[in-house]
């Protein structure tokens, strides 16, 4: 990627900002090491790859990378063989091997998704586990990289024996001391180290009297650090105890070196592993904060659309940035930007540059869902003024050479950027020489992006196909950018209005408003009052979205009612019916307790029971219809209200019953003179001509309920299939299937349940337990459809 636009563009203090967000400082190296990428799977899976790091850091599991010490050199120093590590090495070594352990421990969570896992697949594999290894470091090393009392029998005995000799020295110079005279004494006799030679310091006129070797002396040299005669065989004894020490170190670091030599390349893989998920994590954090959305890539001839954009800097120095919007059609190629200084043109540029180079790079960019951008084979930059004395390169020259280099490599897949086209000479030229630019760019398929102040540029739109212009809004009243980008508007320079504000001479102002030529006044006059329609426009955009708005949210709230009231229609359709199936499986067992004395009687007293069977029917019969038609008191006045109609009766009609107070009801059959009708749960038969043919109204909001006990007994069926069906919603359509096949006398029913995980087999049987007129279940034989079969028998 061309190193000098992405030095315009300021990429590399993007990554700066990106590697603030890093938990090390290795992280943060590999972050700042991110160059632009153009591979496009590469691009997509490393975007994936951060949007699964932010999903996991803010989940539940509170992921967060571990400690990343850089063993870069320890691991150097393993690969010459023979060559020991020091305890701060071997520390290091500890440490990585300990964080290796535990972040591939914290991807076993259970709270994080498999989804994610697999995202980091490729890292989690590459990290070691080494138990015997960390935990040998570790218990010969402690947390100051010393060397434990603990790491051998050995030095644990040298160390006892080097503290009570060192113990026993201290007593016995602090013996000697105190037998000096008081005027060969300093204010402070505390026994001291020189030279690693336990002393102590006496004045300078009791070197004779002391004796020994003096070892240093004080800055005045009035004061002696002296090693007496008594005490040099105990300080041989202690420096031999201490070169003892040094030698049984050496062979303990030596003995761990070996020990982890054979895992070198292990932990290298796993060193890089938690340095890229320490960069995934730094780029998600980032993404968080900067709140960046998921973005979509596509080839260059496929246009971009940016939403919402802001440029990073920017934002991290807390400045207001107004975000901006724009999109380029795959027909569309070079966007020309006009408008005055200050308007935000050139970071609208380098925005763009920016966003580009971050998102091939694998890192966000701070801008909303939905955005896409193209992934591009190189970025062109000539942006900002490259003049230099020691080149002999002027303003201009040195925007040819720059646009030279984009006109010799640029392809149809390249960005190019220019800020201030044509500027530096004369206008004329600039204009012209900047359109021809442009127009090879644009016929090339180059996606150019440019910034211009010449009038005769942006005319380039009407001219050259694949050109448009643009222009970033400007207050015309407080004379102050917008930031606001119009697509499709060249902008104006308001250079007069500006010094109309600075309070030049009204003559002057006057005189060079003349000078102007005519078109230019014209296009001027027409750019200002496209400029006062798009405002108008942008303001009735936004009122329509408010009231767009307002619309979706009462046509959900009328949605949200309408849902409440079918609710309550489910659950009135549904009190119903259990009250009426309640009221027909008393009446039925009621016969069944008649028919049964009936049989128990004796035959002198069963004209009798018949009777009294009689009555208690009628009896029954009457209540069940005057259950029903307090339930029909319920409904409203409209839906109990019947309409006679003209023709004879037939089968299937609703007819109105005098005999039930006018009732609505169903011939099921026709006898002769008589009609049999069912009622609710009531059957009974009554005179042809007694009934009126009506319309069962059904308008929309109204209930209609249906009872299934209510058909015919030839209606029964064999077999019922509740599969699909919840445990707890299979209790009307069963007790229904059972009613009909005892009406219509069948010796058994099959019920199909699949076999699944049993809870709807078990809810079978539990409502068949309870069922009287059931004399017996069982799941169903081989041939029936085994334990995915009940069958019930009746008596």
Not at 29 to 35: K, L, N, P, Q, Y
Not at 740 to 758: N, P, W
Request: with cysteine; proline share 4%; hydrophobic share 40%.
């Amino acid at each position: 990627m061309n190193a000098h636009a992405l030095a315009v563009i300021e990429f590399g203090p993007a990554l700066d900002l990106v590697a603030g967000h890093a938990a090390s400082s290795l992280g943060a190296e590999r972050v700042r090491s991110s160059t632009p990428r153009v591979e496009r799977d590469w691009v997509v899976r490393e975007h994936a790859r951060v949007s699964a790091m932010r999903t996991l850091v803010t989940g539940d599991s509170s992921w967060h990378p571990q400690q990343i010490p850089d063993i870069r050199p320890s691991l150097s120093r393993l690969r010459v063989e023979g060559a020991s590590l020091d305890a701060t090495h071997l520390l290091g070594v500890r440490n990585l091997l300990r964080s290796s352990r535990l972040t591939f421990e914290g991807f076993r969570d259970d709270r994080i998704s498999p989804v994610i896992v697999a995202m980091f697949r490729a890292e989690i594999d590459d990290l070691i586990i080494a138990r015997s290894e960390e935990k040998a470091i570790d218990s010969a090393i402690d947390d100051d990289a010393n060397v434990k009392d603990e790491a051998s029998p050995a030095l644990r005995r040298i160390r006892r024996e080097l503290r009570g000799a060192q113990g026993e020295l201290v007593k016995l110079l602090e013996k000697i001391a105190s037998r000096l005279d008081l005027h060969h004494q300093v204010n402070d006799m505390s026994v001291t180290v020189r030279n690693g030679r336990f002393v102590i310091p006496v004045r300078r006129e009791a070197r004779a009297v002391v004796g020994g070797i003096v070892h240093d002396t004080s800055s005045t040299g009035a004061t002696l650090f002296v090693e007496p005669p008594a005490a040099v065989e105990a300080g041989n004894r202690i420096r031999e105890l201490q070169s003892e020490e040094l030698r049984e170190i050496d062979r303990i670091l030596a003995g761990l070196t070996e020990e982890i030599r054979p895992i070198r390349e292990e932990m290298a893989a796993a060193l890089q592993s938690l340095i890229v998920l320490d960069s995934l994590y730094a780029r998600a954090r980032f993404a968080r904060k900067l709140n960046c959305g998921r973005i979509e890539f596509n080839d260059p001839g496929d246009g971009f659309s940016i939403l919402e954009g802001r440029h990073p800097l920017l934002v991290e120095q807390g400045i207001s940035v107004v975000p901006f919007d724009l999109s380029l059609e795959p027909s569309e190629r070079t966007l020309l930007i006009s408008g005055p200084n200050t308007g935000g043109k050139t970071v609208l540029l380098k925005s763009l540059g920016l966003f580009a180079a971050m998102a091939q790079s694998g890192i966000p960019v701070p801008a909303a869902d939905e955005s896409r951008l193209a992934i591009f084979d190189d970025i062109y930059a000539d942006v900002g003024d490259e003049q230099s004395i020691s080149s002999s390169l002027s303003t201009f020259s040195a925007h040819l050479r720059n646009l030279s280099e984009v006109l010799q490599s640029a392809t149809n897949a390249s960005l190019v950027l220019i800020d201030e086209l044509g500027s530096g000479t004369d206008p004329v030229e600039g204009a012209a020489l900047g359109g021809a630019i442009l127009e090879a760019l644009t016929n090339r398929g180059s996606l150019s992006v440019a910034t211009t102040h010449l009038g005769a540029l942006k005319e380039l739109a009407a001219e050259v196909p694949g050109v448009v212009n643009a222009s970033l809004q400007f207050d015309p009243v407080a004379l102050a950018p917008t930031y606001r980008l119009i697509k499709g508007i060249p902008g104006r320079s308001y250079g007069l209005s500006i010094a109309r504000r600075l309070a030049l001479p009204e003559e002057v102002l006057q005189r060079a408003e003349a000078r102007l030529p005519t078109g230019e006044r014209d296009i001027n006059a027409l750019l200002a009052e496209l400029e006062s329609r798009e405002q108008t426009l942008g303001e009735r955009e936004k009122e329509s979205a408010l009231i767009a708005d307002d619309v979706r949210a009462r046509a959900l709230r009328v949605a949200e009612r309408e849902t409440a009231v079918r609710e309550k229609e489910r659950t009135a359709e549904r009190d119903a019916r259990r009250e009426a199936r309640r009221l027909l499986l008393e009446a039925r067992s009621e016969v069944d307790r008649t028919i049964r004395e009936l049989k128990a009687s004796a035959e002198a007293a069963a004209d009798e029971t018949a009777r009294e069977a009689r009555r208690r029917m009628e009896r029954l019969a009457s209540e069940a219809g005057q259950a029903m038609a307090e339930l029909e008191e319920k409904r409203p006045d409209d839906e109990r209200r019947t309409t006679p109609l003209d023709g004879d009766i037939a089968e299937g009609d609703f007819v109105s019953v005098p005999a039930l107070d006018g009732r609505r009801a169903r011939v099921m059959e026709l006898r002769g003179q008589d009609a049999i009708i069912v009622a609710g749960s009531v059957k009974m038969t009554v005179p042809r001509k007694s009934l009126a043919r009506v319309v069962a109204p059904n308008e929309p909001g109204r209930i209609q309920i249906n009872i299934r006990g209510d058909v015919p007994e030839v209606e029964a069926k064999s077999e019922i299939d509740v599969r699909g069906f919840r445990a707890g919603d299979i209790e009307d359509l069963l007790m229904q299937a059972v009613d009909s096949a005892v009406r219509a006398d069948l010796k058994s029913l099959r019920i199909i349940h699949g076999k699944g995980t049993g809870a709807l087999r078990e809810r079978v049987a539990e409502m068949l337990r309870k069922e009287s007129r059931v004399s017996s279940f069982r799941l169903g034989a081989w041939n029936e459809g085994g334990a995915g079969v009940t069958v019930a028998e009746f008596s």
